[in-house]
């Protein structure tokens, strides 16, 4: 990142852009990803799911503002780990403009910009953990967790990756350390425009962990757990697809042709995905379904994210219908291994994130390996995915195990059996009781639904109140042809 110089004025245009991509970001987390993850939990889950969610977004966001930046953006970069978190403490010294990639004319937007798009980024990333550990964990637990966690995981990746650390393009990282440096800069740079390391492998192999720490949920491979919503879930997956041009397009930090390319290559990869997707599942299980079209949605927003700046539109195809299908087949490993990652973290953002970090080195315009830029890219990818498997794995192995030792990860049986949402926030997502009893309650009593008309007892054979024409059951069926 370039400070802008004292004669440095404001680019209106980028900054709005900036700002409108920071918003629709956020608006991937409350309400897109809580209506994703929501709607494929059980009814008695609903809440407590998507509460984990908006529970991400409140803690993260005042972290961010407190030292977040500070740590991923600060000037002091410290072991190419984190920053100094005092630096910019509660965003100390940020009033003025930066030009995050130095470009000639434009580009210079206020460094709060800055700060607002990649708060979003941190917190959808916590986020997306939530959901290998659906139905079973103590919301108390989980707030801890996502603090330590993306103070001590995240952060650091961002700085890592984004802000001059060890997986950037700074002298002194991993690449060139590898393969050189050429006037201060590394002779091949590591492909990650919009955060396939620092959110998706990141968030994807914490999910891996704490599914294996955490355990099975009770019945798990037993009984079907399926979906109870899943209108929800298909409404969800189609804000995260709009919203994810603001995480992919935004990227680039300016209204230009690049941000047009990634537009899209985003829309193009995620297409193919869903279709790579259906395929698989037509011919693996005869049916293409709504989850499945969802799901590969997501799969392919994963997959071109590091990526979507690199590739051409034909690439960007390739890669979106690999990355359905080989999620659509991962997904399934869950039972074979027996863990139990509930809504598929790991099989849709770890393998979609792992694949995308390694095509960008295949199918990269001008250094990829398909297009004649020799194997060093693709190695280089292959190193950064591997570093961050290990580092998050660590980090979330640490963190999970002194939570298990203290707070204790797991609700107890009967409130997992019960359900969630009663038990740790006194609500349920749908009130279908009625005082007083009945077979059905809330709307169909009010409808009249499921209970007798009040004369149908004292009522004659012969009367209209008990003829089968008037009866409930007659009037579902007429309603039903």
């Given at each position: ?6 004669t ?6 980028a900054?709005?852009?900036?700002i409108?991509?920071?918003?629709l970001?956020?608006?991937?987390t ?16 609903v ?6 969610s ?14 977040g ?5 600060g000037s ?7 920053a ?25 937007i ?13 917190i959808?990333?916590?986020a ?6 659906a139905?079973?964990?103590?919301f108390?637990?989980w ?8 103070t001590?995981?995240y952060f ?28 201060g800069?590394?002779?091949v ?21 704490l599914a294996l ?5 009770l019945?798990f ?11 929800l ?11 994810w ?5 935004g990227?680039?930090l300016a209204?230009d042709?690049t941000a047009?390319?990634?537009w899209v ?9 869903m279709?790579g997707w ?8 005869g049916?293409?379904t709504?989850?499945g079209?969802?799901?590969?949605i997501?799969a ?14 034909l690439?960007?195809?390739?890669l979106?219908i ?13 039972y ?23 095509g ?9 390996l398909?297009y004649g830029?020799?194997v060093?890219?693709?190695?280089l ?12 794995g660590?980090?979330t192995?640490?963190l999970g195990?002194l ?12 409130a997992?059996t ?18 007083g ?6 709307a169909?009593a009010?409808a009249?639904?499921?209970?007798a008309?009040?004369?149908?007892a004292?009522a ?22």
């Amino acid at each position: 990142m370039l400070l802008a110089d004292a004669t440095a004025t404001i680019d209106y245009a980028a900054t709005t852009f900036v700002i409108l991509c920071a918003s629709l970001v956020l608006l991937m987390t409350v309400p897109g990803l809580a209506l994703f993850y929501g709607g494929m939990t059980r009814s008695k889950s609903v809440l407590n799911m998507m509460m984990m969610s908006f529970g991400a977004a409140g803690l993260v966001g005042v972290l961010y503002v407190l030292y977040g930046y500070s740590m991923s953006f600060g000037s002091h970069n410290l072991g190419g780990i984190i920053a100094n978190p005092f630096e910019k403490f509660g965003l100390a010294g940020t009033e003025g403009l930066v030009n995050p990639f130095g470009y000639d004319g434009h580009g210079t937007i206020p460094e709060l910009a800055l700060v607002a798009f990649q708060m979003t980024f941190a917190i959808i990333t916590v986020a997306l953990i939530s959901g290998a550990i659906a139905d079973r964990v103590k919301f108390s637990t989980w707030m801890v967790f996502a603090g330590l966690w993306v103070t001590l995981a995240y952060f650091p990746m961002a700085h890592m990756v984004w802000g001059g650390g060890l997986l950037s393009a700074s002298e002194g990282g991993l690449s060139a350390t590898l393969f050189g440096a050429t006037d201060g800069k590394a002779d091949v740079v590591p492909i990650d425009f919009a955060g396939g390391t620092v959110v998706h492998i990141n968030a994807g192999m914490a999910g891996l962990v704490l599914a294996l720490l955490v355990g099975l949920r009770l019945g798990f491979g037993k009984i079907a757990m399926r979906p109870h919503n899943v209108p929800l879930t298909m409404i969800g997956a189609g804000l995260l697809w709009f919203g994810w041009f603001g995480f992919n397009a935004g990227s680039e930090l300016a209204a230009d042709g690049t941000a047009a390319l990634v537009w899209v290559n985003t829309t193009v990869a995620t297409a193919a995905a869903m279709l790579g997707w259906l395929v698989v599942e037509r011919f693996r299980d005869g049916h293409a379904t709504s989850v499945g079209a969802a799901s590969g949605i997501v799969a392919g927003l994963v997959a071109i994210t590091p990526a979507c700046g690199a590739l051409s539109p034909l690439g960007s195809i390739l890669l979106g219908i690999v990355a359905g299908g080989l999620c659509a087949l991962a997904v399934g490993l869950k039972y074979r291994l027996r863990y139990d990652d509930s809504l598929d973290v790991v099989g849709v953002h770890l393998v979609a994130g792992v694949w995308g970090t390694i095509g960008a080195g295949l199918l990269s315009t001008t250094t990829g390996l398909f297009y004649g830029g020799g194997v060093r890219q693709t190695l280089l990818q292959i190193v950064v995915a591997l570093v961050t498997i290990a580092f998050s794995g660590v980090v979330t192995l640490a963190l999970g195990l002194l939570l298990k030792a203290t707070m204790g990860w797991r609700i107890d049986k009967d409130a997992e059996t019960s359900g969630i949402d009663q038990d740790l926030h006194a609500e349920s997502a749908y009130d279908l009781s009625q005082s007083g009893g009945g077979r059905f309650g809330g709307a169909f009593a009010e409808a009249g639904i499921g209970k007798a008309p009040p004369a149908a007892a004292s009522a004659p054979a012969s009367s209209p109140a008990s003829s089968p024409a008037s009866t409930p059951a007659a009037i579902n069926e007429g309603a039903s042809a």
